[in-house]
């Protein structure tokens, strides 16, 4: 129940920061810099770098070091069983938001693989459809809103406390998800929050554990590390959404085809 | 007679040139394909080549790397981009000094993304043109976890030769994230160019 709570709330800041967008401006610069400035579209740029300096610093103390440690010392076998695991979880989700981007024969793959998964798979330890070709995908709820809306441009950008980068459509996109999954609506129903907590929890380390690398190369080579962060956020979920863009029928060439959406690879701490 | 001759093959000529000149367009840039494919299989190998050596010191495998760097890379060009908006105010001493600041910044980012290398492979899947661009599409094996795409852009110098403007990893440019974060540098310290080159000499080692 206080997960939902800070949700709303979650919401709530959102659709604000969608008002208030239309307010800020950049006043007293040259063009140039009014342009730059409506590139980052970062309106909140104060509050944002608070929110980052926070996660940065309970990245630093708890998650960084338990992904190191999970990284390093728990056996590969364990880490693919658990990523299996928290992807297959994660499964009907995209499949619902494939099924919404007007892709039904994808959705129907992803159900496929839930299913294959969750029995031949035990309970989505092993990715047993993978090795049947059937690849997996990720879609979420703010990549939905990107293809009905024909755009890339989520809205100005947001640190959201805990959650990382983020915008309006991303942040909505995240509190749409959590209602439409099974899972949750499930846990919800029978009172086990724990487990919630538990996916979480598990969810954070797996992810952060695949991008310690990228991470900690992105920082040593970056003067400003916020920004580098929020330029590639940006930028990544521009692509995602393009991909979905453009339809496979069209044939515009290997790359430009929706390629599966790889998951974790940088996921910006989720 | 003769006249007629030539009006006959300069109408020829000109009715014909629409035809040509997607013709010619379509091979030049076949060529051009090929030709960006090649820089970044003869990059890739001279760099694994320089890795294998082992030994040698960290000064020498730098410099070998600063020498595929600058043949591959117009580091001018991603420079003056990054930049962005601050490269028109900068003066003629400063714009100099940051170019160099900005090739030892480069060498030394790629030197160490390279020094953590363990046999994974670069494969070369494909070029394409996009506009006056290529783009060279690669991936990067590894022997755990999946692989990591990485798209090269690259254009054609003053002197005709295609040299990378971008390396795209994984969707993310690093030009254009670059060019964000020494922006942001910049006018997070008040729009001092100066700043930026007292940053990136410190981060350098003063070179």
């Known amino acids: ?270 | 007679m003769r006249l007629n001759a030539i009006l006959v093959s300069l109408m020829l000529a000109v009715c014909a040139a629409p035809l040509a000149v997607p013709f010619t367009a379509a091979t030049a840039r076949a060529a051009d394909a090929d030709q960006a494919k090649s820089v970044i299989d003869g990059m890739a190998q001279r760099a694994i080549s320089v890795l294998k050596q082992g030994q040698g010191d960290k000064a020498t495998r730098d410099a070998q790397f600063r020498d595929i760097f600058r043949e591959s890379f117009d580091i001018p060009r991603i420079g003056q981009f990054v930049l962005g908006i601050y490269w028109r105010r900068a003066s003629e001493e400063q714009r100099v000094e940051y170019l160099k600041l900005f090739e030892s910044f480069i060498v030394k980012t790629y030197a160490e993304r390279l020094s953590q290398y363990s046999g994974e492979k670069l494969q070369v899947d494909g070029a394409r043109a996009n506009g006056e661009k290529t783009l060279v599409d690669s991936a990067v094996l590894r022997s755990q976890g999946q692989p990591i795409r990485i798209v090269w852009e690259l254009e054609k110098d003053g002197a005709g030769k295609p040299k990378v403007t971008d390396v795209i990893i994984e969707r993310v440019s690093m030009s254009q994230t670059q060019r964000s974060d020494f922006n942001s540098y910049i006018s997070q310290n008040g729009g001092s160019i100066d700043a930026l080159l007292t940053k990136l000499r410190s981060m350098t080692g003063g070179k």
């Open chain 1, 1 to 270: 129940m206080a997960f939902k709570s800070f949700i709303i709330r979650l919401v709530a800041l959102a659709l604000a920061a969608t008002a208030l967008h239309a307010c800020a401006t950049g006043e007293g610069k040259s063009p140039d810099e009014k342009a730059e400035f409506e590139r980052n579209n970062d309106p909140f740029e104060i509050p944002n770098r608070f929110a980052f300096a926070f996660n940065r610093a309970v990245d630093t103390i708890v998650l960084r070091p338990v992904a190191v440690f999970y990284r390093d010392l728990v056996p590969a076998p364990i880490q693919d069983g658990t990523h299996n695991v928290l992807q297959n979880l994660n499964e009907p989700v995209t499949a619902i938001n494939e099924f919404f981007q007007g892709k039904p024969e994808r959705a129907g793959t992803t159900l496929a693989r839930f299913v294959i998964n969750s029995t031949v798979g035990v309970l989505g330890i092993f990715d047993v459809a993978q090795s049947m070709g059937l690849s997996p995908t990720k879609e979420d709820f703010g990549q939905t809103i990107g293809v009905w809306g024909k755009s890339e441009e989520g809205g100005p950008y947001l640190v959201l406390p805990l959650l990382g980068p983020s915008n309006p459509r991303d942040a909505i996109g995240l509190v749409v998800d959590y209602f439409i999954d099974p899972f949750n609506i499930a846990i919800n129903h029978y009172d086990l929050q724990y487990l919630g907590y538990i996916r979480a929890g598990v969810g954070a380390v797996d992810g952060r554990s695949r991008t310690i690398q990228v991470l900690d190369d992105l920082e040593r080579n970056s003067l400003d590390y916020y920004a580098a962060i929020r330029s590639a956020y940006r930028q990544r979920r521009a692509a995602e959404i393009k991909d979905e863009n453009y339809s496979p029928s069209k044939g515009t060439g290997m790359l430009f085809a929706p390629a599966p959406d790889r998951d974790g690879d940088i996921a910006f701490t989720r």
